[in-house]
């Protein structure tokens, strides 16, 4: 069964604090992706990757960074925490061609951050 | 119940009738689409999708229409039931296999 694993389901942080949320996923999935939801405004893209140690910015990256040392493991890092950075975050993977259909991508449950 | 036109955030349906959500698409050189399904406190949870050279493709009780004249896409459930009440999103991607979402429909079933 597909599985986009999020560790932190909730977390509390103080502004200025330096934020990783990890995502692991078993699918041996070549992309994964780290979206933001909010009301009203949607899914945006923050980063992604291809591939180990490559990295690509999604539409909105400003305040953030990701790391991807293994292909399971993708993680985003919130630098300096800011109130504006409350949110659902969501990661997600795919692979080329993993099914006849197309790049089937797999969400994880979410992982909701407040900033105070 | 079918949510008319480009896009309506909710759509309200009485159990058991079939339900239509619509959704329109902005890059027609998207050649892959995905319909997910976002309950309350959750991630979104794929449901079915469809590639650009197909016009139709049926799951269990979802079938999903795409008409590339207009950009269209559409979600019929048929036989709706309460555990079906959720947001449906839409989901265009691309060659760099990003998704763009449409904004979603909150569907309500009525007992």
């Known amino acids: 069964d597909v599985k986009v694993t999020q560790s932190s389901r909730y977390l509390v942080k103080r502004t200025g604090e330096k934020v990783f949320l990890e995502c692991v996923q078993d699918m041996d999935h070549e992309n994964m992706f780290w979206y933001r939801q909010d009301p009203g405004l949607g899914l945006r893209l923050i980063y992604f990757s291809y591939d180990v140690k490559m990295k690509e910015k999604g539409d909105i990256p400003e305040g953030y960074s990701v790391s991807r040392e293994k292909k399971e493991r993708f993680s985003l890092i919130l630098e300096s925490a800011s109130t504006n950075q409350t949110s659902m975050y969501l990661c997600?993977?795919?692979?080329?061609?993993?099914?006849?259909?197309?790049?089937?991508?797999?969400f994880g449950e979410g992982s909701w951050l407040t900033v105070v | 119940g079918e949510s008319v036109g480009l896009h309506l955030p909710t759509l309200s349906v009485q159990e058991g009738d079939n339900s239509i959500i619509n959704c329109a698409y902005s890059?027609?050189?998207?050649?892959?689409f995905i319909w997910y399904k976002q309950e309350s406190g959750k991630g979104p949870q794929f449901i079915i999708d469809?590639?650009?050279?197909?016009d139709k493709r049926q799951g269990q009780r979802v079938t999903v229409l795409l008409n590339k004249t207009v950009k269209h896409l559409s979600l019929q459930i048929a036989a709706t039931q309460p555990g079906d009440s959720a947001v449906y999103f839409c989901a265009e991607v691309s060659n760099d296999y990003k998704l763009s979402f449409g904004a979603g429909t909150t569907v309500t079933v009525r007992a």
């Open positions: 997600a993977s795919s692979s080329p061609g993993a099914s006849d259909s197309g790049n089937t991508i797999y």
């Open positions: 890059n027609s050189a998207s050649d892959y």
């Open positions: 469809i590639r650009s050279n197909m």
